[in-house]
């Protein structure tokens, strides 16, 4: 990991900043951040950082030796994969003093999911359109009978 590149493009990239912002708060490390999860987190945190701009951060990332920006392909979704400890990573980023030995490579496994106690669903809908829907692990039966109604409710067939 370039340190200075990276204190550097903190500075530089909004993107980058609201990553290491997002992931410097964190309790644990990742080994894997998904774009559409930490999309999601920045939105509920104000942050106004579109897609292509948090793509653009997580490939600077990857160019100061963070990790590597994988983009989605057949059903996975685009994530980056961290090679250092995101949360090490990103607090030297913006600014902490954090010694050498600390950025061994990530060798827990804990990742979106088990963080925020959540898991990813994908449904194929047509050929040409998956849905992704992220719910709660413990989401209870009526949970899901209301999401069920609530999806119910969504064609327009009487409107056309």
């Known amino acids: 990991m370039n340190v200075e590149e990276l204190k550097a493009a903190y500075l530089a990239n909004d993107a980058v900043r609201a990553i290491c912002d997002e992931m410097g708060a964190r309790q644990r490390n990742q080994t894997e951040t998904k774009l559409h999860r930490m999309l999601s987190l920045l939105g509920?945190?104000?942050?106004?950082?579109?897609?292509?701009?948090?793509?653009?951060?997580?490939?600077?990332?990857?160019?100061?030796?963070?990790?590597?920006?994988?983009?989605?392909?057949?059903?996975?979704?685009?994530?980056?994969?961290?090679?250092?400890?995101?949360?090490?990573a990103c607090r030297v980023a913006q600014g902490e003093q954090i010694e050498a030995a600390e950025f061994s490579p990530v060798d827990d496994d804990v990742d979106d999911q088990e963080q925020n106690d959540t898991l990813d669903h994908y449904f194929n809908l047509r050929a040409d359109f998956q849905v992704e829907i992220v719910l709660p692990i413990d989401m209870s039966q009526s949970e899901a009978n209301r999401l069920a109604a609530f999806i119910q409710s969504l064609p327009l067939d009487d409107f056309q």
């Open 44 to 88: 509920n945190d104000g942050a106004s950082i579109r897609k292509p701009a948090l793509i653009a951060g997580f490939r600077e990332l990857q160019r100061v030796e963070c990790g590597k920006y994988i983009e989605g392909r057949r059903g996975w979704p685009s994530r980056f994969v961290w090679t250092v400890e995101s949360i090490n």
